[in-house]
């Protein structure tokens, strides 16, 4: 069956004046919608390239525009995994392939990948780096939030954590370094991540220089984030991390992650369900792996000035599963 592909560049601003972690701002979330139809049905994906991996939109469409011909000859989700490399790119064809064949067949995405009906999971909300001042005021607005998702730079992060503990009193919290940790400080922030009864550590070392976590107890769950990939990672990781972030953008798409899920679960690993920021066409694909995750981190449409409509609906941070409408 005859196909066509579309690739299209869209940019959506963030609320708030932007969203900041230890490499930077930004104040748009620039992502890449893939369609592909078949003449009455279409299937969607969208991807968020990250520069911290040396993509950007314009290379991420340049790896979709390499296999059109055999996206429009048919290529399967399966054949796909071989045809590109994990990686935004292919996530975003991933989902398009998935949306594409649950709306031929009239099945869901859940039905296709074999899972029960999908439930209404709680997504972590997250607070911007900034002062501890800053911080104080944004844990205060989100205090009544279940989860809170606090991102940190390095130096001073002690302070971070106790400015937002002591305005967010009954939230659970994890944190996110992002690689900006090292033994400067890392005993210190560990020490106040334990006093504010942190549930959970994203790469606080960087990716290639985190040795020193398989050497050290780890009072608080360490999480690996940039040291993850793909499932092929997943064993080399087991004595340095006790958690693992699979995000789709990084895996390349729903096929590899819910491979990775299984994996990580049958060696004890962990999982929290994380995003790039981006909307909820993005979200959506991910709330399949979400169901099973002892962590959720899908917040990117609350951090947007304005979603895709239709959208996901969310309750406070409660998160539906998509209409079909949107995806799968």
């Not at 991933?94 to 990948?113: F, V, Y």
């Not at 070392?205 to 984030?225: F, H, N, S, W, Y």
Request: aromatic letters at 4%; one cysteine or more; glycine letters at 8%.
């Amino acid at each position: 069956m005859t196909r066509t592909l579309t690739i299209e560049t869209e940019s959506f601003e963030i609320a708030g004046g932007g969203f900041a972690i230890s490499r930077g701002r930004r104040t748009h979330a620039n992502v890449l919608l893939v369609s592909l139809t078949d003449g009455t049905t279409t299937g969607r994906g969208e991807c968020v390239p990250y520069a911290r991996y040396d993509e950007s939109l314009d290379s991420v469409a340049d790896q979709v525009r390499a296999i059109q011909a055999g996206l429009e000859a048919g290529m399967d989700r399966h054949a796909l995994q071989a045809a590109m490399p994990a990686g935004a790119a292919r996530n975003a064809v991933d989902c398009a392939l998935w949306d594409l064949e649950a709306k031929q067949t009239g099945r869901t995405a859940a039905d296709l990948a074999g899972l029960p009906a999908m439930k209404p999971v709680t997504t972590a909300f997250t607070l911007s780096v900034d002062t501890p001042e800053k911080m104080a005021i944004a844990a205060a607005n989100a205090a009544t939030r279940p989860l809170l998702k606090v991102k940190l730079s390095g130096a001073g992060d002690d302070e971070r954590i106790a400015a937002v503990r002591a305005n967010a009193p009954t939230s659970d919290l994890i944190v996110d370094a992002n690689e900006a940790w090292d033994e400067s400080c890392f005993e210190i922030n560990m020490a106040a991540c334990q006093a504010a009864g942190v549930s959970l550590i994203e790469q606080p070392l960087p990716a290639g220089k985190d040795q020193m976590l398989a050497e050290i107890d780890r009072p608080v769950t360490v999480c690996a984030d940039e040291s993850l990939h793909t499932s092929k990672d997943l064993e080399a990781l087991r004595n340095r991390y006790d958690a693992v972030n699979i995000k789709l953008d990084k895996a390349g798409g729903v096929t590899e992650a819910l491979e990775m899920a299984r994996i990580a679960k049958d060696i004890e690993f962990k999982i929290m369900m994380g995003c790039m920021v981006g909307t909820s066409l993005s979200m959506a694909p991910a709330v399949l792996i979400a169901q099973t995750a002892d962590f959720v981190d899908l917040d990117g449409p609350l951090l947007l000035a304005r979603d895709r409509s239709p959208a996901i609906r969310f309750e406070g941070s409660l998160m539906y599963p998509a209409n079909p409408e949107l995806w799968g």
